[in-house]
Each structure stands twice: as C-alpha cells, then as structure tokens.
C-alpha cells in the first residue's frame, strides 16, 4: 500500500503561507505603510505566473496559494491601517503619515 503524502503537505504548507502572511501585513504597513499593497500585487502576479509555468503540481498548488494569499493581503493591509488608528495595534512613530 502507498501512502500519498502530498495532500498533507499541502495542507501545511497553506497552513505555514497563511500564517506567515499574518505577521508580514503588519510589519508591511507598520513600516511601508498601505503604499506596500504593491508589493503584495507583485508578489501576486509573480506566483501566479510562476504556478503556470511550474510542471510539478504540488509546487504549482503551493505557488497558488501564495499568490492568492497576497492577493487577500492586499485588502489586510488597509484593514491594518484601520485596526492601527483604532488602537488595536502600535503605529510607527517614524513613518510620515498623510
């Protein structure tokens, strides 16, 4: 009997990227602040574009889940922005703010 392992790795490397990007959104708008969107587009389009081109297909999977989870990233950090003029979370002393 084989044992398919690649939906367990899937399953926690989407684990990994969603929790990775947690702390990635704060730390984005705390020192870039919403202006960062952009990198979480590019990161985006680049991992869409590189699943299509990736002939393994659990990396194609985990390279989707990473340009989908930038793309939701996007509107975290403006959901961030909100969240630091609430209190919820420190703003930057440092960054310029409009």
């Known amino acids: 009997m084989d ?11 989407t684990f990994l990227v969603i929790g990775l990007f947690h702390p990635l959104v704060i730390k984005a708008e705390y020192y870039i602040g ?5 990198l979480f587009l590019l990161l985006g389009i680049a991992s869409v574009v590189a699943s299509l081109l990736v ?13 989908f989870s930038s793309f939701w990233s996007i509107g975290e950090v403006f959901e961030q922005k909100k969240r630091v003029e609430k209190g919820w979370f420190p703003a930057n002393p440092k960054k310029k703010s409009k």
Do not use: E, Y
Not at 55 to 67: D, E, H, M, P
């Open 55 to 67: 002939a393994n297909l659990t990396l194609s999977i985990l390279l989707g889940v990473v340009a």
């Open 3 to 13: 044992l398919n392992f690649s939906g367990i790795i899937i399953g926690i490397a």
């Open 34 to 38: 919403v202006k960062s969107w952009w």
